[in-house]
């Protein structure tokens, strides 16, 4: 049976869509929950996933995207590691026909064409929602009386689109109160081993430490075996920010030992889909879709906890 291959020369004889996905990686607890619902979804959407780790390694997620492009796949998504370094990679793709679509974190290529769209957070206003909150809670956050609120902050991978706005969106937030800083900030790669042992060496090294603003949950929950390792009390002794929202993290919030986690939604396979069919399809799709995203208090978190998906 002589059957059309599908658009964009894939399919393998059919009208399933092949996807090919390079991962970052599978470094936090996000992370998990979001290659679990893009594998779950494209199941149940029909379409074919090739599925591919980088191990948080920009060479390796260029080389599977090379890869795609030689197996002439339908559709390429991919959550860029890093912001910059994606220009060669993306022309390939186009030259070969074969759409882009960003998914999770941004890329800097000024040449907008090289992808379809992108799908994902806004992180400089999750940085925002945590300074903001820091900037309310200023009169308790002084937890050491000394008069300023010193922050440490622990990043994300370096380069990487959240790691760059939520730093951003967070200092834009705290400028509101002269009294608040931040005396510290180093990368502990998205890693609970990471903001572990970041944690360590700023607890050796700085007096008085208030807040720490972690960039996600996997890196704020490294920071309180740090603090606890050290005698101290996380959440009342320290106060702790983090942005994910995910089960380790929320389990933590509600037991005291965070403060506040400004939600990054990771389930992104449902719109990734329906983006992937209708760019196939030739279809025009917005240049950017933002998910949609909360916050949560000590409270919230009690009662968001039993229906928590991830
Ligand atoms: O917040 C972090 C993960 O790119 C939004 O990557 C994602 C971030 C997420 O490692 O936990």
Request: charged share 25%.
């Amino acid at each position: 049976e002589n059957e059309a291959p599908a658009a964009g020369g894939g399919g393998g004889g059919d009208d399933k869509i092949v996807m090919g996905f390079a991962q970052v990686g599978a470094e936090s607890g996000w992370r998990t929950a979001n290659t679990k619902s893009i594998q779950e979804t494209a199941k149940t959407a029909g379409v074919e996933l090739k599925f591919s780790d980088a191990q948080q390694k920009q060479e390796n997620q260029i080389k599977a995207i090379r890869s795609y492009i030689q197996q002439k796949v339908d559709v390429i998504a991919f959550s860029p590691v890093v912001q910059t370094g994606w220009d060669t990679v993306l022309l390939e793709a186009k030259r070969a026909n074969i759409p882009v679509i960003l998914t999770d974190r941004a890329v800097d290529s000024k040449d907008t064409s090289l992808y379809k769209t992108f799908l994902g957070s806004d992180f400089v206003e999750e940085g925002k929602k945590a300074g903001d909150w820091l900037v309310k809670q200023a009169a308790t956050a002084d937890v050491n009386g000394d008069g300023a609120i010193k922050v440490v902050e622990l990043q994300g991978t370096t380069g990487a689109a959240p790691a760059i706005d939520r730093k951003k969106g967070f200092e834009d937030a705290i400028a509101a109160n002269p009294k608040i800083s931040v005396a510290a900030s180093q990368t502990g790669d998205f890693t609970r081993d990471g903001g572990k042992k970041v944690m360590e060496s700023f607890l050796n090294a700085q007096k008085d430490i208030d807040v720490v603003y972690a960039h996600n949950d996997d890196m704020g929950l490294g920071a309180i075996e740090a603090i606890e390792a050290a005698g101290r009390k996380p959440g009342k002794d320290i106060k702790i920010i983090t942005i994910d929202a995910v089960k380790d993290g929320m389990t933590a919030l509600a037991a005291g030992k965070i403060d506040y986690i400004v939600e990054c939604n990771p389930l992104l396979g449902p719109q990734l889909m329906d983006l992937a069919k209708k760019v196939v399809a030739g279809e025009e799709v917005p240049a950017r879709v933002v998910t949609e995203e909360t916050a949560f208090d000590q409270a919230a978190a009690k009662e968001a906890l039993p229906t928590r998906q991830y």
